[in-house]
């Protein structure tokens, strides 16, 4: 019933910037916890960002470049991904969950969207 819906990927060249979005139906956002994780190919799905009310994480590799944000007016939260390179290209996924944390650990999380692709060409 609640559903994160991705969107906002794209192709890209190195350097680039992206803005991904989650958009959470079936539900009000306020107090979910949204996870950002992505998957290439042949690898294991890993955490990029999540977010609670008040309380933000990042991968050690994208912070200071990857913004994580919300908007729970508009039931949305928001990845900006800023100087891309081509070793993040992969499949982008959101994902929600009512807890009092905010892990990176994709066995937290209860809703998964079906993600979308991030290319970074060289």
């Known amino acids: 019933q609640v559903q994160p819906v991705e969107s906002g990927g794209g192709l890209v060249q190195s350097g680039g910037s992206l803005r991904l979005s989650c958009a959470l139906s079936?539900?009000?956002?306020?107090?979910?916890?949204i996870g950002w994780f992505r998957q290439a190919p042949g690898q294991e799905r890993e955490g990029v960002s999540c977010?609670?009310?008040?309380?933000?994480d990042y991968k050690d590799s994208v912070n200071g470049r990857f913004i994580i944000s919300r908007d729970n007016a508009k039931n949305t939260v928001y990845l900006q991904m800023n100087d891309l390179k081509p070793e993040v290209t992969a499949i982008y996924y959101c994902?929600?969950?009512?807890?009092?944390?905010?892990?990176?650990?994709?066995?937290?999380?209860?809703?998964w969207g079906q993600g979308t692709q991030v290319t970074v060409s060289s």
């Open positions: 079936g539900s009000t956002l306020d107090y979910y916890v």
């Open positions: 994902a929600a969950v009512l807890i009092d944390s905010c892990p990176l650990s994709p066995d937290a999380y209860r809703n």
């Open positions: 977010i609670s009310n008040g309380y933000t």
